[in-house]
């Protein structure tokens, strides 16, 4: 399996990673949930070079995660924010954030950042459930099948 060939695995974390795999493409999706949308800003926070900055976001533009949204006509100024599509990413960004926050804090001081249900005011930390069911589900609960979208083009099944 080769990097720049990940979109045309059969396995979807694969084809996840041609688009989201890259430290400074995580760390841009992260700044645009926490509501960074200039290309200045992006800089200024990350400290990363105009032509890595330009190339990550040209690939999330590209492929549907965020969306150049004009703000200024004169001169010409464009913004960027999350589509429905880079929405969809806000578990897996949270995810990461509570793993980050579980395995790699500083015990001394604790989570860098602490997320905060709206609805119920109290703090909060990501739960996987059963869309079925409802049910608390980790990895030891969960069988994984070959699907249609693996079936005919693999020879012998693998899993993910």
Same mark, same amino acid.
Not at 31 to 39: A, S, T
Not at 110 to 123: D, E, F, N, Q, V
């Given at each position: 399996?080769?990097?720049?060939? !990940?979109?045309?695995?059969?396995?979807?974390?694969?084809?996840?990673?041609?688009?989201?795999?890259?430290?400074?493409?995580?760390?841009?999706?992260?700044?645009?949930?926490?509501?960074?949308?200039?290309?200045?800003?992006?800089?200024?926070?990350? #400290?990363?070079?105009?032509?890595?900055?330009?190339?990550?976001?040209?690939? !999330?533009?590209?492929?549907?995660?965020?969306?150049?949204?004009?703000?200024?006509?004169?001169?010409?100024?464009?913004?960027?924010?999350?589509?429905?599509?880079?929405?969809? !990413?806000?578990?897996?960004?949270?995810?990461?954030?509570?793993?980050?926050?579980?395995?790699?804090?500083?015990?001394?001081?604790?989570?860098? !950042?602490?997320?905060?249900?709206?609805?119920?005011?109290?703090?909060?930390?990501?739960?996987?459930?059963?869309?079925?069911?409802?049910?608390?589900?980790?990895?030891?609960?969960?069988?994984?099948?070959?699907?249609? #979208?693996?079936?005919?083009?693999?020879?012998?099944?693998?899993?993910?």
């Amino acid at each position: 399996m080769r990097w720049e060939h !990940l979109d045309q695995e059969p396995c979807s974390v694969a084809r996840t990673l041609s688009v989201i795999g890259d430290r400074w493409t995580l760390i841009i999706l992260r700044d645009c949930f926490l509501g960074v949308r200039r290309f200045e800003k992006f800089e200024s926070r990350l #400290g990363i070079t105009r032509h890595v900055l330009t190339d990550r976001l040209k690939k !999330l533009v590209q492929n549907d995660v965020l969306v150049k949204t004009p703000y200024q006509e004169k001169p010409r100024r464009e913004e960027y924010r999350l589509t429905e599509k880079g929405l969809a !990413l806000h578990p897996v960004i949270m995810s990461l954030v509570h793993w980050g926050n579980t395995y790699m804090t500083d015990d001394e001081h604790g989570a860098p !950042l602490i997320h905060i249900h709206k609805s119920c005011g109290h703090r909060m930390s990501p739960v996987t459930t059963c869309s079925h069911c409802g049910e608390p589900v980790t990895a030891r609960d969960i069988r994984v099948e070959v699907g249609a #979208g693996w079936e005919g083009v693999v020879k012998t099944p693998r899993t993910e």
